[in-house]
């Protein structure tokens, strides 16, 4: 799947717990500059002392990507799809303005340990208590 100028999409991720999402991850220039910046639900960047990657400079909060009805409307798809697991991430494409499904991953980016707050974050919201 390309973009209208023949490039990749950029990833929107949704990091799922529990049937709420955690935080939304946006990844761009995957095979190229690879840069990525996480988000909370309402749009707020999340800042991170070691990235994995560097981040998405120019875009400061969730809401110069994408306006607040979108952003509730993923996420309540998302919360409804992945409400029966502990852990899931929801990937999807954004083409020109619109989202297509990518994959569901039980684990990002391999099970490699993350930045020290998306570490403590997971950690916070994963209630692996039953």
């Known amino acids: 799947m390309l973009t209208i100028n023949g490039g990749l999409p950029d990833d929107v991720k949704l990091h ?23 988000f909370s639900v309402d749009g707020q960047k999340i800042k991170q002392s070691n990235p994995k990657f560097p981040g998405i400079e120019e875009l400061n909060h969730l809401h110069q990507r994408f306006n ?22 929801l990937d999807l494409f954004d083409i020109d303005g619109e989202l297509f499904f990518g994959e569901f991953t039980a684990y990002h980016n ?18 692996t208590e039953y």
């Open 16 to 38: 799922v717990f529990h049937g709420k999402v955690g935080w939304i991850q946006i990844d761009v220039g995957r095979f190229t500059e690879h840069r990525q910046s996480i």
């Open 68 to 89: 607040a009805e979108y952003i509730a409307e993923i996420v309540s798809t998302a919360e409804k799809i992945c409400d029966e697991v502990d852990y899931i991430r």
């Open 110 to 127: 391999a099970a490699h340990p993350q930045s020290d707050e998306l570490e403590a974050l997971g950690g916070r919201l994963w209630n």
